[in-house]
């Protein structure tokens, strides 16, 4: 790099630095990708902040790639919440991950603790260990809010032309670089996928975004009498927005990412399929086919979202049940399943 270039990067970082201690949204740089080294970086374009009526997104992706013959089934799930404006500009984004495994041995025998509370990596914090262990200079949850937060106020164009370059990491010497160190390009994806999935379901701009799961492997088996064993973690989710204490829009999705072995421990499960959640599945869920409910497991969810939007939290744990579902007559029309899990989730939400 000549003095002129080094002169000029060096002032453009001054710049940014600058705009961003007034308040200003700070201007990110792309790697350069010129095969003859000279940059020709473009300052990455800032939008105004959202006003009105936004939508609200969920995504929530999930692989098991990671399992192993006789040792494991790895889970890896990324969820990411945004509310979206009418242009498609990112009015506010989190992110979170969660990372488990279902041991099992060379039997076919569950060795996990079924009842091992499984948290999330913004949730295990600093004892995730990246820094401790890792040597990192940040925590996970520090470099995933530091990509959510360069997240806003983009569109998934302008966030993928910016926050990652051609391997999914962030580009080298921008700010983004400097706080996160981890591979982004899943992350970016996830982001993408929550603005497609967005819709109007009550939230205004500067509303608080809030994303909770709540994970279980306790429904995973050992190989018996001639059946596979499964390893299952089961992960409901929910994205929602909150005025003061009120709820102004939610959605809820759930996942249950099975990975199936025989009594050697020997994987019989596709581990390159995609793991769908039961929104995803939509009707192929199978409770209104095969058990004769009257509306589907997605369905079903979305009405309780819409229910219990415009309320607060201590009203959603006070919905009337009959035998764990809901006897509420404006309720019950819709959703016959429990809910007790939904309003455990708002309820972890509303904490949050």
């Known amino acids: 790099m000549n003095k002129r270039i080094a002169l000029f990067l060096a002032l453009a970082l001054i710049v940014g630095l600058a705009a961003g201690c007034a308040g200003t949204p700070v201007v990110y740089y792309s790697d350069c990708t010129c095969p003859t080294g000279t940059h020709t970086n473009t300052p990455q374009p800032t939008n105004p902040p959202a006003e009105g009526a936004v939508k609200t997104g969920l995504a929530v992706i999930t692989s098991v790639s990671g399992s192993e013959n006789a040792s494991h089934a790895n889970y890896d799930v ?47 914090g600093d004892s995730y260990g990246m820094v401790n262990y ?3 200079k940040y925590e996970w949850y520090q470099q995933a809010a530091a990509l959510a937060d360069y997240a806003e106020g983009k569109t998934v164009s302008e966030l993928k032309n910016g926050a990652i370059n051609e391997s999914g990491y962030a580009p080298d010497g921008s700010d983004l670089a400097s706080m996160a160190t981890i591979y982004l390009g899943d992350y970016v994806s996830a982001i993408e996928t929550a603005v497609s999935n967005a819709k109007h379901l009550g939230a205004q701009a500067g509303d608080e975004l ?3 799961a709540i994970s279980s492997i306790a429904d995973s088996t050992s190989a ?22 009120v709820i102004t829009s939610c959605c809820i999705d759930s996942v249950q990412a099975k990975v ?3 009594a050697a421990g020997t994987i019989t499960t596709d581990l390159t399929a995609p793991v769908q959640t039961k929104t995803q599945l939509g009707d192929s869920y199978g409770m209104v086919a095969w ?23 201590a009203q959603v744990a006070g919905i009337a049940v009959t035998e764990g579902k809901p006897s509420d007559a404006d309720l019950s029309s819709s959703v016959t399943i429990a809910i007790g899990g939904f309003q455990a989730l708002i309820a972890k939400a509303m904490q949050s």
Do not use: M
């Open 134 to 136: 890792g040597q990192a």
């Open 210 to 212: 809030r994303l909770a």
């Open 224 to 245: 018996a009498d001639g059946k596979d064993g499964t390893a299952q973690l089961n992960v409901d989710v929910t994205a929602l927005t909150v005025k003061g204490s």
């Open 291 to 313: 058990g004769g409910a009257k509306y589907e497991w997605y369905q079903q969810a979305a009405n309780f979202a819409s229910y219990v939007t415009g309320k607060t939290a």
């Open 260 to 262: 199936s072995f025989d």
């Open 78 to 124: 990324t969820l990411v919440a945004v509310t979206v404006d009418e242009k498609g500009i990112i009015d506010s984004c989190v992110i979170d991950s969660i990372g488990t495994k279902v041991t099992f041995d060379a039997t076919g025998s569950i060795t996990a603790d079924l009842s091992a509370e499984i948290k999330s990596k913004n949730e295990l």
